[in-house]
């Protein structure tokens, strides 16, 4: 791997504080071509597969009733803790309009993301408060005639809503609240079927015109369309040119997957997570191993460092997590256990408790004297009262540990508060 492109992993990783690709030598146009293009195959891909959720349909409101478990694979990294209601948007035809219930103290957020997948709005308890209200999601060039209008940069979007579940008998009270959640729009066709990223670089390219022409690039990405017009603009391209910066882009990715930059044991997300201007590779990256996140002020991930210091543990002993009595945050906090696929994603993984998570809310955790808390994992039970404590892990092969905070406070936010590392025990 060559410094240029070490430089483009390195700003995707947070290494280095200016945005991939926006200084260096002439980039090679198909790889970056390829990392521009990733969200938009992501985002049609992941609307693929919820279309074929029996009842599903563009424009149409779904709710999830039940958490995320070892079967949930539409989405990469779910989330134990929330319930999720989704829509893809057509806005082609005019605005939608969503109406939002009262939902009191209980956290819920509702992120309108673009195909780029940036946030373009989160609505939710932090910037909406819990007393409800209506709003309308607007395309672009549309006039806004509906109240609270909401400007989406894309004729097509993503509605995420996600509704906080205290327990298992909480899970009524939940689903009264989703039902509150109503869009209203127009009815809209399905969209057509689009290469996936694994696909050959032709038809991966092909696909990537196709959704341009219907989600245009902001005019802010004027520069980078250029560089690569020959791949993403009209006309013939090189095939061989084509695979030779498909695969430079696939090894820089699977790359960055296994050496991001962690401190004290955490790798923690950069300040424009979720609305990633011209960061186009860091974009990339999150579509590929986290599609949906949420800004930082709403939401920050942390991805525990492993045993080799790459992201992934693999061991077949106990680990242990320790927590102070109480984290720097307004909203709720968990624990998360994947299972790492080939391809770089994370599922949660099968487990004798069907615990897929520890958090606030996980009944029966044992305390120190002191408030503080230790989290036992490993792939077998580690006895006594650890067991209480403990997050099962995969019975074979590697492993991955996401802690999610919600509505972090400043000393999070800013770095002055870390967590302590995961050890082995």
Not at 254 to 260: I, V, W
Not at 296 to 311: I, L, P, R, S
Not at 317 to 341: K, V
């Amino acid at each position: 791997m060559n410094r240029r492109q070490l430089m483009l992993t390195a700003g995707a990783l947070g290494l280095v504080g200016t945005p991939a690709l926006a200084a260096g030598a002439d980039p090679d146009a198909a790889r970056d071509a390829w990392f521009y293009a990733l969200p938009l195959i992501e985002m049609a891909t992941t609307r693929a597969r919820v279309l074929k959720t029996p009842g599903a349909a563009v424009n149409k409101l779904n709710h999830g009733r039940v958490l995320s478990d070892h079967t949930a694979r539409a989405v990469t990294t779910p989330n134990n803790d929330t319930l999720y209601s989704i829509a893809f948007l057509d806005l082609s035809q005019g605005p939608a309009t969503l109406t939002v219930p009262a939902t009191g103290a209980r956290y819920w957020s509702a992120a309108v993301m673009d195909m780029f997948t940036n946030n373009n709005a989160v609505l939710g308890l932090r910037t909406v408060g819990g007393e409800g209200g209506t709003f309308t999601l607007v395309g672009p060039g549309q006039a806004a005639r509906g109240p609270n209008p909401v400007r989406v940069a894309t004729p097509h979007a993503w509605l995420l809503i996600r509704t906080l579940v205290a327990d298992a008998a909480d899970l009524p009270a939940a689903h009264k609240v989703q039902d509150g959640f109503v869009l209203t729009a127009a009815k809209a066709a399905a969209p057509p079927a689009y290469a996936a990223r694994d696909a050959d670089p032709a038809a991966y390219f092909a696909a990537a015109r196709q959704l341009l022409a219907a989600d245009p690039a902001p005019a802010s990405d004027l520069r980078i369309l250029r560089r690569t017009s020959a791949f993403l603009g009209a006309g013939p391209f090189d095939a061989d040119l084509a695979k030779a910066g498909a695969d430079k882009a696939q090894l820089i990715t699977k790359f960055a997957l296994g050496r991001q930059s962690f401190v004290q044991g955490w790798a923690y997300p950069r300040a424009n997570l979720g609305d990633y201007g011209q960061d186009y590779i860091y974009r990339a990256i999150v579509a590929l191993a986290g599609l949906g996140a949420l800004p930082v002020a709403e939401a920050m991930y942390m991805k525990a460092a492993g045993d080799n210091g790459a992201g992934l543990f693999d061991g077949d002993g106990l680990y242990r997590l320790s927590l102070p009595a109480q984290l720097p945050l307004d909203g709720f906090w968990s624990l998360s256990m994947y299972e790492a696929t080939a391809d770089g994603q994370y599922f949660f993984t099968d487990n004798p408790l069907d615990r897929y998570a520890i958090g606030d809310r996980t009944a029966g955790l044992k305390r120190e004297a002191d408030g503080s808390l230790n989290l036992w994992i490993g792939r077998t039970d580690p006895g006594g009262e650890r067991s209480a404590n403990w997050l099962p892990a995969p019975k074979a092969g590697p492993f991955a540990l996401y802690l999610r905070t919600y509505l972090p406070k400043p000393e999070l936010l800013d770095g002055r508060f870390r967590f302590k590392a995961v050890e082995k025990v």
